[in-house]
């Protein structure tokens, strides 16, 4: 038994926030932000919350699949920026969707919360617990960004991604690959928490911290080495994979990824250009914008990979 991808959806809030209107805000130029990063505009909630957005994203994949609430046997979501500590998000977004008695957790690994949501939902429905299991990937990280703070500010958007896995004789989910290295839980952070007793983020002064330099050169060197290893579990070549569906957190990461696969950029599914970084929603986004535009077809082999705080890594290799 093996898990397939069943349908696929998204959810981004109306409003959008250009670089221009960045420009106002910091200490800050379009060209700056385009050519550094890829990114012209992000959708930024407006009232919205993450359980707004996963609501959103699980419908769409839910109706894609032709499924309703009473096939879901299992809910799972990647988030870091959840509605509440708890209940969970997974239960939570349970509620929303009147689906009742089926496991529901969420998954906190920053950026690669999806792909860690999706081994573990895959692994489920291989073991037989689940015929149908929802994953989800959503985030508004724009309430814990500095908005006076250029160095992060102009990288983050919010939205929400979706997929539903059944269970199929046919492989769909070829492997997942999951790593984290806490040692490098400094590069990359937020530092509130219940045992902080979230004081300085009631008094508004707790935000996203990031050493991005060294971040980018992490996720080069980790990103390359999870490239190799699910191409070698598999016995495939870069040639073998018709599309990579990359974390998008900056173009340069995704050219230098895409340069160690010999891939071309057509091949490369981008929408960091109208996302921006949109932390675990943004695979599945991209899975789902590539979907729905008739890009990705039934059969063909996609990668994909993500990394965020902790540090955290992984990928999937994929038949659509
Ligand atoms: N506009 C204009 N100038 C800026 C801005 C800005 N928005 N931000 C920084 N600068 C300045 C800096 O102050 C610095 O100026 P200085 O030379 O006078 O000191 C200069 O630009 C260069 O700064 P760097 O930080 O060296 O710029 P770099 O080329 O490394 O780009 C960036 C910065 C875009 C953050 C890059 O390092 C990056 O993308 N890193 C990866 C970050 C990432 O992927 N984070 C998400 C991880 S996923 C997750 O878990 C959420």
């Known amino acids: 038994m093996y898990s397939r991808i069943a349908g696929t959806g998204r959810c981004l809030p109306d409003n959008i926030v250009t670089n221009a209107d960045l420009e106002k805000r910091v200490d800050t130029t379009d060209e700056w932000i385009r050519t550094r990063t890829g990114i012209r505009r992000r959708h930024i909630v407006d009232g919205e919350t993450t359980g707004d957005l996963c609501e959103g994203a699980a419908r769409a994949a839910m109706e894609a699949a032709g499924i309703g609430p009473e096939d879901v046997g299992l809910i799972v979501v990647g988030t870091t920026t959840p509605d509440q500590v708890f209940p969970n998000m997974g239960c939570l977004l349970q509620a929303r969707l009147d689906i009742h008695g089926c496991p529901a957790f969420s998954i906190e690994a920053a950026c690669t919360g999806f792909i860690y949501a999706l081994s573990m939902a895959d692994q489920f429905v291989r073991d037989g617990k689940a015929k149908y299991a929802l994953v989800v990937g959503g985030e508004t990280l724009s309430n814990i960004v500095d ?30 690959h999951l790593h984290a290295d806490g040692a490098y839980k400094d590069l990359l952070y937020f ?51 018709d599309w990579l569906i990359p974390h998008q957190a900056n173009i340069r990461i995704i050219n230098a990824i895409a340069r160690k696969l ?41 990668l994909l990979e993500a990394f965020g705080g902790g540090f955290t890594w992984g990928s999937a290799l994929v038949r659509y």
Do not use: Y
């Open 147 to 176: 908005w006076s703070d250029r160095g992060t500010c102009v990288l983050f958007g919010d939205g929400a991604g979706a997929v539903v896995l059944e269970a199929s004789e046919e492989a769909g989910i070829l492997s997942t």
């Open 262 to 302: 010999n891939m071309p950029m057509e091949r490369v599914i981008l929408t960091i250009e109208d996302h921006g970084n949109t932390s675990t929603a943004s695979v599945p986004m991209a899975l789902d914008v590539a979907v729905r535009d008739g890009k990705i077809q039934r059969g063909d082999v996609m």
């Open 191 to 241: 530092p509130s928490g219940v045992g902080s007793g979230f004081d300085r983020l009631r008094e508004g002064k707790d935000f996203v911290q990031m050493r991005g330099n060294e971040v980018f050169k992490v996720a080069v060197n980790t990103l390359g080495g999870i490239v190799e290893e699910t191409l070698e579990a598999n016995k495939m070549t870069k040639s073998d994979l």
